[in-house]
């Protein structure tokens, strides 16, 4: 028996609770290491002891995945939460893992800038499970992902040595870009301790423009419109019937999202009107475009058997959107859309869990051909259950494989959790 | 020496144009834009298809022999210099833009396709490639990939690894494996976030799948003048520290402005200390209201004088300064060597201070031209390489400002990458640990360690044959 209580302090460590589970999987025991040297010293035993550990931050997002094979301990890094270095001027932050999204743009926002990425819940979103579930929101059209803002990681490693890649300049290129490795790894391959962001200004204001359409085909080709335009849109979604938590109709919708100074959004403003017109369609301006923009990427707001993330060309998103409406109607579910355009993906609010499987089945083959995918990304283990919530990670499997085997030997981080079963 | 058979079979492979094994004529394969060491493989290999680079890799694989990938050598680190590999792999011939698709924004290219070539492609559309590294006419999608390449408007628009969705590579093995593709989001770790940047070490890389972006509205090009590089430096900070983000934020030092005027005689003025070139651009609606905050700092730190770039064609003489500075360099003395370390942009005008302190302790020139606004720095040590002095008083500055630069915050490279060059200062950024978690994820795709044997660790140091002095073309 390890002694985790000697490890991280008595204090910090307990049995594991119905609430604590991972998938439906009830760890034997919580820890939460207050220092990066506990983290090193939990790792460490659990490497030795062959116990198989899941990092977790405040455990919002632990629904990604599939079901742990294994779950010893744990590790809950809400503790790690410092913010170590802001350096204004040069618009990079350093933090701890286990500071929450809220927390960290509050800091920045007294400065004028923000880390411009927009996922669900940043009360109880952690910086590390930002990183590990590489999760994003409507700003992903304009400011790129966790990959793109992500420059320095410290990582505990599977052998308990703390790993340093990147930096904390905004171009570097010495050594192996490490920091890439671990952004959507689940945690597969290290716990996450710190992390190196460059920032950007804030933009001085947000606006919002919801284009009402019939279809969410017409919407989706209205919302290339208007990223090939000059409106330069700050994010763009596009919404099938029902997608949107509020609008004009039930019916589908573009949501531009506009951002900078008032003689930009003005101009921005009259560009998507002018698209807008010209297609035959309405376009209804929004005050408070941050807020809408929160809400959009809240989705869904309403109870779901499962959300499924569809990921596509930009040019097949109406298409995709609209064959998921159909095979929901085929299945007697409701299902409810909602697409950040420009990127490709498409989220489904599947309502009903016995048509998950079905559809599951029915959508991702198709998918695949074209290069996309399908991941389960929210759903009860029972719906899970007998489903692979991944789908074909592609013909580089064989060097996942590899890259697992080399920096988890042992075995220790969330085995089963990602694609492949790794 | 290369067995006669095995030279036989990769021509079968390639055809007899495609190998090069003459000894005069592989001098031109000796070195790339880095010239302080040279040595030449004992054949180079011009596959034209990926097909052809994965029979290649499986000949060397069977008698494991290790190989350098090479796309055109302009890189500036040393990366194609053949270390104890004796066959070089060129992609010059895989120089097809084999998809382009506008409604997507994305263009398949082979590895050898130029970088501007990309462009070109999709300019009609009002689309572009967004890296720009000044060798842009010339460097090819393959070694962008291989060094992670920057460029001048990578400050706003971001780096190669930003703009590659998808990489076929050749791994030493002969397998070639696709990674990632047009679609964003395929589930699996990152395998083509780690091969971009991963210098050739990982195999070879066929051909790529790159984001095309929408070009900006507009444009605002200033040429700001100013008496010192530390009131250009202080503007620099000024800009950065305002939230303002240029497209691209460039200085040029006296000896840089004196060069390239001599070379293109545009008006520069030759008496300034430094002058910034700001490009500022997005919607044309809020240009106006962005340069006058520019102008405005630039004008705080003690500015002498605002030129703006009244036309395209203004603008374009004005980038190509820019971009051919090092060029012009080729006017001061025989030889040069550039560095690239990176500071926290806020310490610009502290490394810029460094380096004239280090110019006037190694009594050397060193000329500066940079990516002011991501704090890369681009100091080029000029030397003529018969002094063998000088020369040795090159490497100590160099790696004096590296030191410099790591001890400020930064790195030893933004965009040239390690090489052969900076192996050695390695361990003043990694620790044992960082280092042994690298050569691990090396294992994952190069086992035998063939592919680019040498670089970027530093490993026992294997020595380069030195050949005789030679004047050095510019790049």
């Known amino acids: 028996m390890i002694d985790w209580g000697g490890l991280v302090g008595p204090a910090w460590a307990a049995p594991g609770r119905a609430d604590d589970a991972v998938d439906g999987v009830v760890p034997a025991t919580v820890v939460r290491p207050g220092t990066v040297e506990e983290v090193q010293a939990v790792v460490r035993a659990a490497a030795e002891g062959r ?22 301990v744990l590790v809950r890094v809400d503790r790690l939460a410092r913010l170590v270095d802001h350096q204004a001027a040069d618009m990079t932050v350093t933090v701890e893992t286990g500071c929450s999204l809220a927390c960290l743009a509050a800091a920045l926002a007294a400065a004028g800038q923000w880390l411009p990425v927009d996922p669900p819940r940043p009360e109880d979103t952690t910086v590390g499970g930002l990183i590990a579930a590489d999760l994003s929101g409507p700003l992903r059209a304009s400011q790129g992902t966790v990959r793109d803002l992500l420059i320095g990681l410290r990582v505990v490693g599977g052998d308990g040595a703390v790993i340093r890649g990147g930096g904390r300049v905004v171009k570097n290129v010495a050594g192996y870009d490490l920091p890439k490795l671990h952004v959507g790894a689940l945690g597969t391959v290290g716990v996450i301790v710190e992390a190196t962001f460059k920032v950007r200004p804030r933009p001085a204001a947000e606006e919002a423009v919801v284009v009402a359409c019939r279809s969410a085909r017409e919407a989706a080709d209205a919302a290339l419109a208007v990223r090939d335009s000059d409106a330069a849109p700050l994010w763009l979604e596009v919404a099938g019937a029902g997608g949107l938590p ?25 560009c998507v009107q002018r698209i807008a017109a010209s297609l035959g369609l309405r376009a209804v301006p929004v005050a408070g475009g941050a807020a809408l923009r929160a809400r959009l990427g809240a989705f869904p707001v309403e109870p779901a058997a499962a959300v499924l993330k569809a990921a596509t060309l930009p040019a097949a998103v109406g298409d995709v959107m609209e064959r998921i409406a159909a095979a929901a109607r085929g299945r007697g579910t409701g299902v409810r859309c909602l697409a950040h355009a420009p990127s490709g993906v498409v989220r489904a609010a599947v309502a009903e869990s016995h048509a998950v499987a079905p559809l599951v089945h029915a959508l991702r083959p198709e998918l695949e051909r074209h290069g996309g995918s399908l991941v389960i990304e929210r759903a009860a283990p029972a719906v899970k259950a007998g489903l692979d919530v991944w789908g074909d990670p592609g013909p580089g499997l064989p060097l996942m494989r590899r890259v697992k085997a080399a920096f988890d030997p042992a075995g220790v981080f969330a085995p089963g959790r990602y694609v492949g079963a790794l | 020496m290369l067995p006669a058979a095995l030279v036989a079979r990769l021509r079968a ?20 834009g880095y010239t302080l060491e040279r040595a030449a493989p004992e054949a180079v290999v011009l596959p034209r298809t990926p097909a052809e680079v994965s029979a290649v890799l499986r000949l060397l694989a069977a008698e494991k022999i290790s190989f350098v990938p ?6 500036l680190s040393g990366g194609t210099l053949p270390v104890a590999a004796p066959v070089m792999i060129c992609t010059s011939r895989l120089d097809r833009i084999e998809a382009v698709d506008v409604r997507n924004q994305r263009v398949v290219a082979q590895a050898g396709v130029v970088n501007q070539w990309v462009t070109n492609a999709v300019r009609a559309h009002g689309l572009g490639y967004a890296p720009d590294p000044s060798s842009q006419p010339a460097c090819t999608i393959g070694g962008n990939i291989a060094e992670n390449s920057g460029g001048p408007h990578t400050l706003k628009y971001g780096v190669t690894t930003n703009h590659v969705l998808g990489i076929e590579l050749a791994l030493p093995s002969g397998e070639l494996v696709a990674l990632g593709g047009a ?10 976030g780690l091969v971009v940047g991963a210098e050739g070490t990982f195999g070879v890389v066929t051909r790529a799948t790159l984001r095309v972006v929408r070009s900006p509205e507009a444009h605002r090009t200033l040429l700001a003048v100013f008496d ?23 200085m040029m030092d006296r000896l840089i402005i004196q060069a390239v005027e001599a070379a293109f005689r545009i008006g520069l003025p030759t008496d300034a200390g430094a002058v910034l070139l700001i490009e500022i651009d997005g919607p044309a609606a809020g240009l106006d209201v962005h340069a006058a905050r520019a102008t405005a700092v630039c004008r705080a730190a003690g500015v002498r004088e605002i030129r703006v770039a009244r036309d395209e064609a203004e603008r374009a003489a004005l980038w190509k300064c820019r971009k051919r500075a090092f060029g012009a360099v080729g006017r001061l003395a025989p030889n040069y060597c550039t560095q690239d370390g990176v500071v926290p942009r806020t310490r610009v005008p502290e490394i810029v201070r460094s380096i004239a302190a280090v110019a006037q302790r190694h009594r050397l020139r060193i000329a500066n031209v940079f990516h002011a606004g991501d704090g890369n720095i681009h100091p080029i040590l000029l030397y003529d390489e018969r002094d063998r002095d000088e020369v040795a008083r090159v490497r100590a500055a160099g790696r004096e400002i590296l030191e410099t630069c790591v001890a400020l915050g930064g790195s030893l490279t933004g965009e040239h990458g390690i090489g052969v060059e900076k192996v050695a200062e390695m361990p003043l950024l990694f620790g044992p640990d960082d280092l042994l ?39």
């Open chain 1, 51 to 72: 116990q198989a550990l899941v990092a977790s931050g405040r455990g919002a997002h632990l629904d990604l995945g599939a079901p742990p094979a294994r779950l010893d």
């Open chain 1, 246 to 270: 509020e609008g004009p109709g039930a019916g589908a919708a573009v949501v531009v999202g506009l951002g900078g100074i008032g003689e930009e959004i003005a101009a921005a403003r009259a």
């Open chain 2, 13 to 32: 492979v390639v055809g007899a144009d495609g190998i090069v094994d003459r000894p005069e004529a592989l001098l031109v394969y000796e070195c790339d």
């Open chain 2, 70 to 75: 090479r796309g055109a050598g302009t890189g």
């Open chain 2, 183 to 192: 679609v964003e989001d395929r589930p699996g770790y990152d395998l083509v």
């Open chain 2, 228 to 250: 010192s590089v530390d009131a250009a430096s202080e503007a620099v900070s000024g800009i950065i520290g305002a939230g303002i983000v240029p497209a691209a934020l460039e």
């Open chain 2, 437 to 475: 978690a690298m050569t691990r994820l090396r294992a994952v795709f190069d086992p035998e360690g063939r592919a680019n044997p040498h670089k970027i660790f530093p490993d026992a140091k294997v020595c380069v044959e030195t050949r005789a002095p030679r004047r050095q073309a510019a790049v």
